[in-house]
T-cell receptor, first 113, second 114 residues
Framework: DAGVIQSPRHEVTEMGQEVTLRCKPI?????LFWYRQTMMRGLELLIY????????DSGMPEDRFSAKMPNASFSTLKIQPSEPRDSAVYFC???????????FGPGTRLLVL | DAKTTQPPSMDCAEGRAANLPCNHS???????VYWYRQIHSQGPQYIIH???NNETNEMASLIITEDRKSSTLILPHATLRDTAVYYC???????????????FGKGTKLTVNP
């Protein structure tokens, strides 16, 4: 398996623009997680899905952030409008229910100017 | 909030054992201790986990004290590639009705020196 796939790997955008981050979890995994990592706040869980259904979105910072999982092999994290403070590395991770290892993708480095 | 306390940084000489401590004094009976590491610019990587017995795999050993209030991750022969941030996390194990999510603290930045 190719592991968790994220795209794009790098994104530079201007404040006010819409940003869409994409994630393909490992095939057969039931859970998908979106994390954000910054120097100030470390690695934070934003939202996670179980069988494509959002379970806990309490970490989503505000209404500008939204996440969807239309099917078992694809999820998006959207920021609209983006702000400079959204600059961070965004990780996607997945795990199969009943297993112990959560697998992380390589991350998307987002810079909002 | 993270339920663990770790030293912010540690150094280790290449080839020597690296012993990374973690305090989890409020751990409950159904919570496991997990260790992940994050090599610079990469996503976190699972290392090992345990409940109360010592565990060993191809990457590391995990020693949990009898009262389960602390643990130590041991990398027996550290290499330069082990330089990373190491996170100690406590959570319920998979499939026991607890959340699958991980709550990361600040971790320990381990630097392996040549």
């Amino acid at each position: 398996d190719a592991g968790v796939i994220q795209s794009p790997r790098h994104e530079v955008t201007e404040m006010g623009q819409e940003v869409t981050l994409r994630c393909k979890p490992i095939s057969g995994h039931d859970y998908l997680f979106w994390y954000r990592q910054t120097m100030m706040r470390g690695l934070e869980l934003l939202i996670y899905f179980n069988n494509n259904v959002p379970i806990d979105d309490s970490g989503m910072p505000e209404d500008r952030f939204s996440a969807k999982m239309p099917n078992a092999s694809f999820s998006t994290l959207k920021i609209q409008p983006s702000e400079p403070r959204d600059s961070a590395v965004y990780f996607c991770a997945s795990i199969r229910q009943g297993e112990e290892t959560q697998y992380f993708g390589p991350g998307t480095r987002l810079l909002v100017l | 909030d993270a339920k663990t306390t770790q030293p912010p940084s540690m150094d280790c000489a290449e080839g020597r054992a690296a012993n990374l401590p973690c305090n989890h004094s409020t751990i409950s009976g159904n919570e496991y201790v997990y260790w992940y590491r994050q090599i610079h610019s990469q996503g976190p990587q699972y290392i090992i986990h345990g409940l109360k017995n010592n565990e060993t795999n191809e990457m590391a050993s995990l020693i949990i004290t009898e009262d389960r209030k602390s643990s130590t991750l041991i990398l027996p022969h550290a290499t330069l590639r082990d330089t990373a941030v190491y996170y100690c996390i406590v959570r319920s194990t998979a499939g026991q009705g607890g959340s699958e999510k991980l709550v990361f603290g600040k971790g320990t930045k381990l630097t392996v020196n040549p």
